[in-house]
C-alpha cells in the first residue's frame, strides 16, 4: 500500500511538471462554472425606521444563492397604486410583496398572490389567529403575518382613578373633569382621513357587536347596533366631549396634544404608549390605556387591528427562495427586532410570553390581550370604496350633526350599493368567461 501511494504521488508530480497549473484544475475538479444566483425581489411601502430594509439586507447576505431585489414604495395607497398597476401590467412584478390586511380580498381576487396553504396550513397557529384569518379568502390563505397594531383607550392617570368600562362612563367621567379641570380637548383621535375614520368608527361599531361584514355579498348590518353607536356620536358631540376639530386631527397631531396635557381621554395606536412614557415626557408617569370601552357593563368589545402581511406573486419563478425569505422576515429573531429597532408589534403570539424584549421595545401588556380578541376590518373587493363610504358617513355625522337614523340609512345605502356593484360585475366576468354574454351571442346588435 505504501509503495503503490508513492507511485501515485510520483505520477501527480511528473504531470504537474510537464502540464503545469492546468493539471492541478483537473485532479482537484476545478474550474467548473459557478452557479448563477436566484434573483429575487421584495416590495414594501416607505419605512421610516429602515428596519424593514435592515432585515432584508441581512437576509441577502446570509443567502449567497439568492440575490435581493429591494423595491421600497412610497407611503401606503401611493405603493398600492404602483403594486396594481405592476400586476395588470405585468411589469416589473415583485416575488414578494408586503401588503396591507385590507387589500388581500381585492389582490387574490384579482389573481395576483398565489396561495400559500401548502406552505403555512401548519403554521398558521404561530400568529394570532385574526391575522391569520384575514389573509383567508375562500379557505386559502394568502398572506403570513408580519406585524398588526390595535388602537388603545389612553388616559390621564393624575385625573382618571380607574379607566371607563363603557361609553356612558367615559361620557359621566370626561363630564365630571371638565368641571374640575377644564381642558381643550376631552376625547381626542385621529380623524383627518377616510381611513382614520374608518378605524374609529369600528372601533364604536365594535363595541355594539355591530362591524359591517364587509367581505359578505351583500355585505351585512347590524341596524340596532349600528344606531346605538352613532346615538352615542351624537351625545358626545352635543355635550362637547368629542368636538368637530378632530376632522383635522392625526395621529401624531393627538398625541403631542395628549402629551402636552390638553387631553383627558385619547384613542390611538400603540406607537404613542412608548413616546408618552419617555422620563422626558411631560405625561410621563400620568398615562393609563385600557381597551376600547364596550356598549354596555357585561358586554365585550373586539379592538379592530391593521396589519400587515407577507405576500408571494402568484407568477413568481421562484417560490421557494420567495418562502424563504417570507419565513425569516417572520421568524422570532427578524421579529423580536422589527418591535425593539423598528418600533412595530410582531405577528408571533409566542413572543408575548417573553418580557424582555417586550422591555426593550416598551410594549404595554395589554398588546397581548388585544390582539388575541381583536378582530381585522374584513373588507371586500372593492375596499377603497368600502372604506370611503365609512369614513365619509363618519364625516358628515360630525361635521353636519346628522341624526342617527340618517347616518344609518347613508351608510346602509353606500355599503350596499357597492355590494351590489360587485355582484353584477361578478356576473358580468362569469358570462364573458362562459360566452354567455349577449355580445359574445350576436344579441343586441
Same mark, same amino acid.
Given at each position: 500500500?505504501?509503495?503503490?501511494?508513492?507511485?501515485?504521488?510520483?505520477?501527480?508530480?511528473?504531470?504537474?511538471?510537464?502540464?503545469?497549473?492546468?493539471?492541478?484544475?483537473?485532479?482537484?475538479?476545478?474550474?467548473?462554472?459557478?452557479?448563477?444566483?436566484?434573483?429575487?425581489?421584495?416590495?414594501?411601502?416607505?419605512?421610516?425606521?429602515?428596519?424593514?430594509?435592515?432585515?432584508?439586507?441581512?437576509?441577502?447576505?446570509?443567502?449567497?444563492?439568492?440575490?435581493?431585489?429591494?423595491?421600497?414604495?412610497?407611503?401606503?395607497?401611493?405603493?398600492?397604486?404602483?403594486?396594481?398597476?405592476?400586476?395588470?401590467?405585468?411589469?416589473?412584478?415583485?416575488?414578494?410583496?408586503?401588503?396591507?390586511?385590507?387589500?388581500?380580498?381585492?389582490?387574490?381576487?384579482?389573481?395576483?398572490?398565489?396561495?400559500?396553504?401548502?406552505?403555512?396550513?401548519?403554521?398558521?397557529?404561530?400568529?394570532?389567529?385574526?391575522?391569520?384569518?384575514?389573509? $383567508?379568502?375562500?379557505?386559502? $390563505?394568502?398572506?403570513?403575518?408580519?406585524?398588526?397594531?390595535?388602537?388603545?383607550?389612553?388616559?390621564?392617570?393624575?385625573?382618571?382613578?380607574?379607566?371607563?368600562?363603557?361609553? =356612558?362612563?367615559?361620557?359621566?367621567?370626561?363630564?365630571?373633569?371638565?368641571?374640575?379641570?377644564?381642558?381643550?380637548?376631552?376625547?381626542?383621535?385621529?380623524?383627518?382621513?377616510?381611513?382614520?375614520?374608518?378605524?374609529?368608527?369600528?372601533?364604536?361599531?365594535?363595541?355594539?357587536?355591530?362591524?359591517?361584514?364587509?367581505?359578505?355579498?351583500?355585505?351585512?348590518? =347590524?341596524?340596532?347596533?349600528?344606531?346605538?353607536?352613532?346615538?352615542?356620536?351624537?351625545?358626545?358631540?352635543?355635550?362637547?366631549?368629542?368636538?368637530?376639530?378632530?376632522?383635522?386631527?392625526?395621529?401624531?397631531?393627538?398625541?403631542?396634544?395628549?402629551?402636552?396635557?390638553?387631553?383627558?381621554?385619547?384613542?390611538?395606536?400603540?406607537?404613542?404608549?412608548?413616546?408618552?412614557?419617555?422620563?422626558?415626557?411631560?405625561?410621563? %408617569?400620568?398615562?393609563?390605556?385600557?381597551?376600547?370601552?364596550?356598549?354596555?357593563?357585561?358586554?365585550?368589545?373586539? $379592538?379592530?387591528?391593521? %396589519?400587515?402581511?407577507?405576500?408571494?406573486?402568484?407568477?413568481?419563478?421562484?417560490?421557494?427562495?420567495?418562502?424563504?425569505?417570507?419565513?425569516?422576515?417572520?421568524?422570532?429573531?427578524?421579529?423580536?427586532?422589527?418591535?425593539?429597532?423598528?418600533?412595530?408589534?410582531?405577528?408571533?403570539?409566542?413572543?408575548?410570553?417573553?418580557?424582555?424584549? =417586550?422591555?426593550?421595545?416598551?410594549?404595554?401588556?395589554?398588546?397581548?390581550?388585544?390582539?388575541?380578541?381583536?378582530?381585522?376590518?374584513?373588507?371586500?373587493?372593492?375596499?377603497?370604496?368600502?372604506?370611503?363610504?365609512?369614513?365619509?358617513?363618519?364625516?358628515?355625522?360630525?361635521?353636519?350633526?346628522?341624526?342617527?337614523?340618517?347616518?344609518?340609512?347613508?351608510?346602509?345605502?353606500?355599503?350596499?350599493?357597492?355590494?351590489?356593484?360587485?355582484?353584477?360585475?361578478?356576473?358580468?366576468?362569469?358570462?364573458?368567461?362562459?360566452?354567455? $354574454?349577449?355580445?359574445?351571442?350576436?344579441?343586441?346588435?
Amino acid at each position: 500500500m505504501v509503495k503503490l501511494k508513492a507511485v501515485v504521488i510520483a505520477a501527480i508530480v511528473v504531470l504537474i511538471a510537464l502540464t503545469g497549473c492546468e493539471a492541478i484544475t483537473a485532479i482537484m475538479g476545478q474550474g467548473e462554472p459557478e452557479t448563477e444566483a436566484v434573483a429575487l425581489s421584495f416590495a414594501y411601502p416607505w419605512d421610516g425606521s429602515r428596519i424593514i430594509q435592515k432585515l432584508a439586507l441581512e437576509f441577502d447576505e446570509g443567502n449567497e444563492a439568492i440575490e435581493l431585489i429591494l423595491m421600497e414604495g412610497g407611503h401606503a395607497y401611493d405603493y398600492l397604486a404602483d403594486m396594481a398597476a405592476a400586476f395588470e401590467s405585468g411589469n416589473d412584478v415583485p416575488d414578494v410583496l408586503l401588503i396591507h390586511d385590507t387589500w388581500i380580498n381585492y389582490l387574490a381576487s384579482s389573481g395576483y398572490l398565489r396561495p400559500l396553504d401548502d406552505m403555512l396550513s401548519s403554521r398558521r397557529s404561530e400568529f394570532w389567529d385574526c391575522m391569520t384569518d384575514a389573509a $383567508s379568502i375562500d379557505g386559502s $390563505s394568502f398572506g403570513v403575518p408580519f406585524y398588526q397594531d390595535a388602537g388603545m383607550l389612553y388616559y390621564r392617570t393624575d385625573l382618571i382613578a380607574d379607566p371607563p368600562a363603557t361609553w =356612558q362612563q367615559l361620557e359621566d367621567y370626561a363630564m365630571e373633569a371638565a368641571g374640575d379641570n377644564p381642558l381643550p380637548y376631552l376625547f381626542l383621535f385621529p380623524a383627518d382621513s377616510n381611513d382614520s375614520r374608518s378605524y374609529f368608527t369600528a372601533e364604536l361599531l365594535s363595541s355594539w357587536q355591530a362591524l359591517p361584514e364587509l367581505s359578505e355579498e351583500p355585505v351585512k348590518i =347590524q341596524d340596532a347596533g349600528t344606531l346605538k353607536a352613532f346615538e352615542v356620536l351624537e351625545r358626545m358631540l352635543v355635550n362637547g366631549v368629542v368636538s368637530k376639530d378632530v376632522l383635522d386631527i392625526n395621529a401624531e397631531h393627538a398625541r403631542q396634544q395628549f402629551e402636552n396635557g390638553n387631553v383627558l381621554f385619547m384613542w390611538n395606536w400603540s406607537y404613542a404608549w412608548k413616546l408618552l412614557n419617555r422620563p422626558d415626557s411631560p405625561m410621563y %408617569g400620568k398615562v393609563g390605556v385600557a381597551p376600547v370601552p364596550t356598549g354596555q357593563e357585561g358586554s365585550s368589545h373586539r $379592538s379592530i387591528l391593521s %396589519g400587515w402581511h407577507l405576500a408571494i406573486a402568484k407568477n413568481t419563478q421562484n417560490p421557494e427562495e420567495a418562502w424563504l425569505l417570507a419565513e425569516y422576515l417572520a421568524g422570532n429573531e427578524a421579529q423580536m427586532r422589527l418591535a425593539v429597532e423598528g418600533g412595530l408589534m410582531p405577528s408571533r403570539r409566542n413572543l408575548y410570553n417573553q418580557t424582555d424584549w =417586550q422591555n426593550a421595545a416598551g410594549i404595554n401588556r395589554i398588546m397581548a390581550d388585544l390582539f388575541g380578541t381583536g378582530q381585522t376590518m374584513g373588507t371586500g373587493k372593492n375596499f377603497t370604496e368600502q372604506m370611503e363610504i365609512i369614513g365619509n358617513t363618519f364625516y358628515q355625522a360630525v361635521l353636519n350633526s346628522k341624526e342617527p337614523e340618517s347616518v344609518l340609512d347613508a351608510l346602509k345605502l353606500g355599503l350596499i350599493r357597492i355590494s351590489e356593484d360587485e355582484a353584477r360585475e361578478g356576473a358580468s366576468r362569469a358570462s364573458d368567461e362562459d360566452g354567455s $354574454s349577449p355580445e359574445k351571442n350576436g344579441a343586441g346588435q
